[in-house]
C-alpha cells in the first residue's frame, strides 16, 4: 500500500512535537477525587470504538483540562471487545470536551495483532463531539482543528485525507474497521481497508518517532 509519505510524515511530526503523542507508563492521574463531577443528576454515557486495529483496555476518559493526560478529577473507562467503551459524563461536559485515549504499552492490545499488547505508549483522540470511533485518523483531524480553532471538522478532515491520499467518500471518523468488514459495495469496502491499513501504518510511524524523539531529548518532547 502506498500512502503519501512525506505529508505523513508531517502531520506525524507536528502531531508528537505538540505534545500529542504520549509518553511514558504513568496517566499522570491528580487532583482530588472528590472534585469528580456529580454523575448522579443530569449525565450521559458516551460511546464509541477506538482504533488502529480495534484496541482492548485502552484508558477513555474525557479531557476537561486539556492536558491529553488522564486526571483525578476527569471519567474515565476501559475499552473492551471490538474496542467498545462507554464512559458517563456529565451532559453539559459531553458537549464541551473531547475523548482522549491512553494506549499503553504491555497492557493495551491491539486485536490486529490476535491479541498480543501493543509495544508502545500513544495518546488518541478525535474532535469534541465525534467521539464514536477514535483512531489515528481522528487523531490527525483533532491535530488540525487545535493548529486552526476556527476551522470546521469537514476542512480539517479534508486536509487529511488529501495528505494521505485516502478515498474522498469515507469519512475519516467513521469505523473503518466494521466497513472493511461488511460493507456490501465493493468500492466502499476496499476504501475502508485502505483506511485501516493506512491507521496502522501511521500507528507504526508514530511509535517509532516518538521511541526515537524520547531517546533524543531524553525522554521528555519539548512542547
Known amino acids: 500500500m502506498k500512502i503519501r509519505l512525506n505529508g505523513a510524515l508531517l502531520l506525524i511530526g507536528a502531531l508528537l512535537l505538540a505534545g500529542c503523542g504520549g509518553s511514558g507508563g504513568d496517566s499522570s492521574m491528580s487532583g482530588d477525587p472528590a472534585s469528580l463531577p456529580d454523575l448522579s443528576a443530569s449525565t450521559t454515557s458516551l460511546e464509541g470504538h477506538v482504533a488502529d486495529g480495534y484496541l482492548r ?11 491529553k493526560r488522564h486526571d483525578a478529577d476527569e471519567p474515565m ?3 473492551g471487545e ?5 464512559l458517563s459524563v456529565t451532559k453539559e461536559d459531553g458537549d464541551r470536551y473531547p475523548v482522549v485515549v491512553q494506549i499503553q504499552a504491555g497492557e493495551t492490545i491491539d486485536e ?3 491479541g498480543e ?4 505508549n500513544m495518546t488518541l483522540e478525535a474532535p469534541t463531539g465525534h467521539h464514536a470511533f477514535i483512531s489515528p485518523l481522528s487523531t490527525l483531524i483533532k491535530h488540525e482543528l487545535d493548529k486552526a480553532p476556527q476551522m470546521a471538522v469537514p476542512e480539517a478532515e ?14 475519516l471518523l467513521e469505523d473503518y474497521v466494521a466497513q472493511s468488514l461488511s460493507s456490501a459495495d465493493a468500492d466502499r469496502r476496499a476504501a475502508a481497508v485502505r483506511a485501516h491499513n493506512t491507521a496502522r501504518v501511521l500507528t507504526r510511524l508514530m511509535g517509532e518517532l516518538l521511541t526515537e524523539m524520547e531517546a533524543l531529548f531524553d525522554g521528555a518532547i519539548p512542547v
Open 112 to 114: 490486529d495483532n490476535v
Open 82 to 86: 471490538r474496542g467498545y467503551y462507554s
Open 158 to 171: 479534508v486536509r487529511v485525507r488529501n495528505a494521505l491520499n485516502l478515498a474522498e467518500d469515507l469519512s
Open 77 to 79: 473507562t476501559r475499552s
Open 57 to 67: 483496555n485502552a484508558l477513555v476518559f474525557l479531557d476537561r483540562n486539556g492536558n
Open 117 to 120: 499488547p501493543v509495544a508502545f
